[in-house]
């Protein structure tokens, strides 16, 4: 096995969070976690308010104590250590700039504070300047910049560090929708371009999809799933990462297996029977939860080829439509690429494809 100049393994973690956990007064908010993130890679937290992930995030950076658990970066243990001595550079939601200062001064900021040599000092200023096109901004005050621009500046402050561990605690939340599409590029490219290893907090599971080389999906201060954002969308290994993962969501429905033309299939109530695959891994009178994405329901004009619906609301979405229909009172939603001639009150047919159907218990929300 080839080791690093620390003599650690080449294919150890470079970052490893051991049985973390952590409480505020009597509410614990992390609950054990336990997380490798290799080096090099783009690890996207993400989960709804108050799961724990920007927690999480603060801990690695030394904003936060560890009073339980273990955190390594390159392996070394750092507890203890001081967050300005860890090799890491955190960018935040709200950017943190100087208003006082020009573009210049903030990139300067935390290395003059570090008492880095003048020449040196100017090289980095000037590298990260060039990569992230801030040239012709470097005289500007903050005030004068476009949210954008303010962005880029404290992703440059991060830069300017040449950190071994870069933190990202949703810094898209204050930009607009093409802002925020046109950075989660900028983003992903400075990342790929340094090599760097990346943790980054969203609660937009569209970044978090788009943006990963791992999705670590975080829910009540625990991880419930961790790996390539393809195999979670694909694979969720639970209700929660399936019903979290995917926009529009998945349909969820609770029901019950039962036996319809020798085949299993799912009752969900009102005599709505959903078909499953031959080989779904169900026993009889099980209780499940049928999930379908809505690219996986076609829809047919003829309410007599599916499972008839009525439109209750038509979201044109571009190359792509939205369509909403009740079926035996139970709300779906599907995806066509075609371009729809129905209307609210239009009766449909649904057809699921058995092939494409998740199954989770019913008590537990695991994965079956």
Known sequence: MSTDRKGQAMDAPFVALQDLRKSFGATEVLHGIDLDIPRHAFVVLVGPSGCGKSTLLRMIAGLEKVKHGRIVIDGDVVNRVHAKHRGIAMVFQNYALYPHMTVRENLAFSLEMLKTETTEMERRINTAADILQLDMLMDRLPGQLSGGQRQRVAMGRALVREPKLFLFDEPLSNLDAKLRVEMRAEIRALHQRLESTTIYVTHDQVEAMTMSDIVVVMNAGRIEQAGPPLELYDHPASE?????????????????????????????????????????PVREGQEVVYGLRPEHLSIAPEPDAGLAGDVALVEPAGWETHLHADVHGRRFRAISTDRLDVVPGDRVALRPEPSRVHLFDGETGARL
């Open 240 to 280: 929660f990462v399936a019903a979290f993962m995917g926009s529009p969501a998945m349909n969820l429905l609770r029901g019950r297996v039962v036996r319809m033309n020798g085949a299993p299939a799912v009752e969900v109530g009102d005599g709505l029977v959903l078909p499953l695959g031959p080989t779904a």
